[in-house]
């Protein structure tokens, strides 16, 4: 089966967020929502959405509020996990026509996927962890709130760039930063250092879990997640030959774990 692609908006209260669609040409067997991690957007994961539709998956991505595309509220109170969880409760709704969605958060976007699932697990057949941990990680990103205040989005990424753009990769991950709203990232950055383990609440939801990472991901520690994992209950795959982004390193992999996945629900 080929892909149909579809872009458009989910009505909020605070505006319209962009999401992005692919779906079978045939037979579907699923829905499931793709929520990105820090200074993300929808179209981070348009490889795994099409190798998915192969499979027979209906999946969405959408770029949270202040991200690419979408609505960005002003103020910090704007992006805290309650309320990002919240909304990808709505867009759930929206997409779900009425039935179970399986729902994959990437890094930070897995924290507020975890958030949403234990706030409304009636609506939720499914919880992936992709690429992420089980709580804040105080030690990471200090500094980063208060040079995102004083110097704008992309700030981060000049920090981290001072020879500027030398590949496509640079300028993608300049825009990222360049299109987020310091809001955004200002508590992006607070959430990642300070996130909760709720990890007996997720379990107590009885959600079925998958905690799936890259065999390098650098970022978020593979002790952690690993360590996640068992304490989940969850199942557990590595994705081979990626990193932090196995949706950019390794998206036909990606796509088949996840469908061997959800097909078991």
């Known amino acids: 089966m080929t892909a149909v692609l579809e872009r458009f908006a989910v009505e909020t209260p605070v505006g319209d967020l962009h999401a992005l669609r692919a779906r079978p040409d045939g ?56 309320e990002l969880a919240g909304e990808v409760v709505r867009v759930a709704e929206a997409i779900g026509g009425g039935g179970l969605v399986h729902v994959v958060g990437h890094s930070l976007g897995g924290l507020v996927a975890r958030e949403a699932v234990v706030a409304h697990p ?52 300049r825009e990222r930063f360049a299109e987020t709203s310091v809001d955004n990232i200002v508590a992006g950055v607070q959430i990642l250092r300070e996130a909760a383990d709720i990890t007996p609440a997720v379990v107590a939801t009885q959600v079925p879990v998958l905690v799936l990472h890259g065999d390098s991901d650098d970022v978020w520690p593979i002790a952690d997640q690993y360590d996640m994992a068992v304490r989940l209950g969850a199942e557990y795959r590595v994705i081979p030959d990626a990193g932090h982004l196995p949706n950019v390193d390794n998206p036909a992999v990606t796509a088949r774990f996840l469908s061997e996945f959800w097909a078991e629900f």
Do not use: K
């Open 27 to 82: 037979e579907q067997r699923g829905i499931a929502l793709i929520v990105p991690g820090f200074t993300g957007r929808a179209d981070d994961y348009i490889d795994v959405q099409t190798d998915a539709a192969a499979h027979g998956w209906q999946t969405v991505a959408f770029s949270q509020r202040g991200q690419r595309g979408s609505a960005a509220p002003a103020g910090e109170a704007n992006y805290t996990l309650p």
């Open 122 to 173: 009636d609506g939720f057949a499914s919880l992936t962890m992709f690429c992420s941990g089980p709580a804040g990680r105080p030690q990471s990103h200090a500094g980063e709130a208060e040079l995102v205040r004083a110097q704008g989005s992309a700030a981060i990424w000049h920090r981290d760039h001072p020879r500027g753009v030398l590949s496509p990769q640079d300028e993608l991950d």
